[in-house]
Every structure is written in C-alpha cells, then in structure tokens.
C-alpha cells in the first residue's frame, strides 16, 4: 500500500467534484454577469465590479466566516432554508459549493469580461443589421468569439477550487468523505507528522496548478496571435 490512506483518497474525489460544480455553477453565474460589465455604462458598474473581485484582496477565513454565518442555522440564508425543509449547509458539501462559488467569482468573471470587452461593437453591429436579436448576437457572436476567455476562465476557476483551504474549512468543517479536500488532507498529515503523505498530496497540486498556468498561458498567447 502507498503512503495515501483510503481518506486521502476520499479527499482528492471530494477536491475533483467540488471543483467541478462550483466551475459549472461559476460559468453560469459569470458568464452573463461579465457581459454586462464589459457592456455597461451604469454607475453600478463599479460598485459590482469591487463586490465580485472582493475575494481577491479579502483574507479567506473573513469571507468563510461571514458565509459561516450567512448560511448557519442562525444566519438569515440557513435560517430561511432549513425552515423551507432543506438539509443544513453549513458543513455540507452543498455549503462549499456556495462558498467556493462565491470565493471563485473574481477568477471567472475576469476573463470573461476582458474576452467580452474584448470582441468590440463592430461584430455585434454588424449581426443587428441583419435583424439579430441581443440573444442571437450574444448566442452566435459574442460567446464563440469569447472562447478563449470562456476556456480560461474555466480553468482558474477549477484550479483555484481545488487548492482552496481557508473558506472550506470554514465553511465545511474536516469530515472525511464529505468536506474534507485535498488541502486540509495535507494540512492533517504535516500537523501529524506524516511528511510522507504530504509529499504525495503536495506534489500532486504542484504539477496540477503548473499544467494549469502553462494551459492559460498557452491559450493567452494564442488568443493574441489570432486577435486582428
């Protein structure tokens, strides 16, 4: 047997799934979100734009606290949901998803938007003299051109779900095979001792997060070399 217990192993499944809805929910989320930036001239434009990078400068354990509290059986959200008959979130995988989301956003939404802001009115122009609707130029214009940006944007988002620590565990607690993630693997084994295991799970994330940089970097440089 290798230095990975069955938990490790629960944990890098937990880790795939988790970061594989919360990039799904992310896309959907940020997709229309980074148009409207990218195409808006509200006043609102700036204040959105601050509340969706926040997690970018806000310390992790802050945003997972106030998520904790939100979603808790005190908070006004959990309050709401368990008397609704939901199951409680705190603690769940369900309430990481909702904080990895919400922790994620900045990393989706930027490159979307700059591959939105990106396209310019031209394209678009162009689709409306030929009776396009919004929909259909944003179905059939704004998206395929976006690709690049739509790829990157799913990759960080991936990434950056699965090397999350603070805001999970907050969020979800240490429960093996339900909230324990890949991370809070690694930080049990070295605060045990067990250097061994937490090569193995530490090396894994450094070749992932590097695969991950050298496919960004590959699509920006292809992205520019196509630009006209």
């Given amino acids: ?55 970018l400068v806000l310390p992790p354990t802050v945003l997972g606290f106030y998520v904790l509290w939100a979603l808790g059986p005190l908070g006004p959200i959990g309050r709401v949901w368990e008397r609704l008959g939901g199951d409680r979130l705190v603690f ?61 944007a799913a990759t960080l988002a991936f990434a950056h779900t699965v090397g999350e620590f603070g805001v999970v565990l907050m969020i979800g607690g240490n429960i093996p095979g339900r909230t324990q993630v890949v ?7 070295v605060e045990a001792l067990e250097y061994a295991p937490a090569h193995v799970l530490s090396a894994g994330l450094l070749a992932f997060s590097f695969a991950v940089l050298l496919v960004v970097y590959t699509l920006g440089r292809r992205a520019g070399a196509e630009a006209p």
């Fill in 183 to 189: 991370s809070v693997a690694v930080y049990n084994h």
């Fill in 92 to 152: 769940s995988f369900r309430g990481l998803v909702i904080g990895s989301v919400l922790y994620g956003l900045p990393f989706a939404v930027q490159p979307l938007r700059n591959a939105f802001g990106a396209i310019g009115e031209r394209p678009l122009e162009v689709a409306a003299t030929l009776r396009a609707s919004p929909l259909d130029r944003f179905l059939t214009i704004a998206l395929p051109l976006a690709r690049p940006g739509i790829l990157t």
């Fill in 1 to 55: 047997m290798g230095p990975l217990a069955p938990s490790d192993w629960q944990a890098v499944l937990v880790t795939l799934r988790l970061a594989t809805v919360t990039t799904l929910v992310l896309l959907v989320v940020a997709t229309p979100l980074a148009w409207w930036l990218a195409r808006t001239r509200s006043w609102l434009r700036a204040p959105v734009e601050a509340l969706a990078g926040l997690p």
